[in-house]
């Protein structure tokens, strides 16, 4: 059996390196580095099975699922977000793929919203929680007192520091820079330790990153999640939300989170109990491969090479294209509606000075 790393080759954000991370703890071996949004037309050197952990997000383009027959799954820790698709559309999941998510699962969720779209589906599920929460404490790292802002906003960083100006804070960001996009995994996973060693060295972490928030907390660090109690909160936070103080913008601008700043806690029960079960599911994966493959043979590479890659690869590439020209028209539109909007405004003045004028014509005549 070999074993692949799932990973967003072009990512620009280090959380999502993060997720990969995660997952490859549990590998043996890393034999294969599968792109997340190019499953599909993953082919081993040999007709053989390839195992990955597919934890993290999915997915920009639907029509590359399901992955490649090659890959043996273990769906964990996975999310389906409700505005990934253009429309909303989760059409994708119907179908040849919702056979394939009810073969491979029962599907570890993320969150509650996935469950809930993957119950809709008829697809079996459950709660797993994110993988980040199974990252392991490093040796060595000594407590920097820190207070690590990461992406947060620039009103609550400037309040921070006049609340709080004896605190060493620092600021980091999960944007990559654009000339880091698509390097290798070799450079990105050192990125990852640093950061992660970081945090474990801070006092207290503040971010409005799951993928920062989740991962701190993992490595015994208290931390301050920002979200805004809107549509996304809802949608990725509020699972979360139990096992670490989460504060809008305005209630940390309010001072609500500044006991918790003067003195930060970790609350580790519950994420205890959560971590152990995917520590398990990803181990016991790990040692059923062989039974769980039994006697199926892949599909013949060379079949599956030009059956499916080479005659798919021009809708694709159509694809593609048609995506970007799709961005680049919402682009327009909206340039186009804030120019109707702000034409709209300088012609209701022109209006109300017409009726101005107008008045004053006419009490002059009268």
Known sequence: MKYGLVYYKNTSNVGDDILSYAGKQFLPQVDYYIDREEMDVFVPDEDEFTAAILNGWYLH??????????????????HLSRSQMRAGDFSFLNG???????????????DKQTMELLEENGIGNYFSGCL????????????????ILTDVPESIEAYLRQKFPAEHIVLKTHTVLPE???C???????????YLKDYQGARLVVTTRLHC?????ALGTPVILIGN?????????????????CFSEQEILEGKADPLVSAPFCSSQKILEIRNQLIASCEDFVSRLFKQCGSRKPPARDIYETTYIARTENMRQTIRLL???CLEVEAAYQDAMEKLTRFASVSQGLLRENERLQKLLNESTT
């Open 61 to 78: 383009h639907g029509y590359t699922f399901p992955p490649s027959p090659y890959i043996v799954p273990l769906f964990i820790g996975t």
């Open 96 to 110: 040849m793929v919702k056979e394939y998510l009810k073969e491979n699962g029962p599907i570890g969720c993320r």
């Open 132 to 147: 980040t929460l199974t990252l392991k404490q490093f040796p060595n790292v000594s407590d920097s007192g820190n207070v």
């Open 180 to 182: 880091e996009i698509g």
């Open 184 to 194: 290798c995994w070799e450079k990105r996973e050192k990125k990852v330790e640093a």
């Open 213 to 217: 928030a989740l991962p701190s907390i």
């Open 229 to 245: 109690y809107d549509e996304d909160y809802y949608a990725r936070l509020t699972d979360f939300a139990e096992f670490c103080p």
């Open 323 to 325: 995506s970007e020209h």
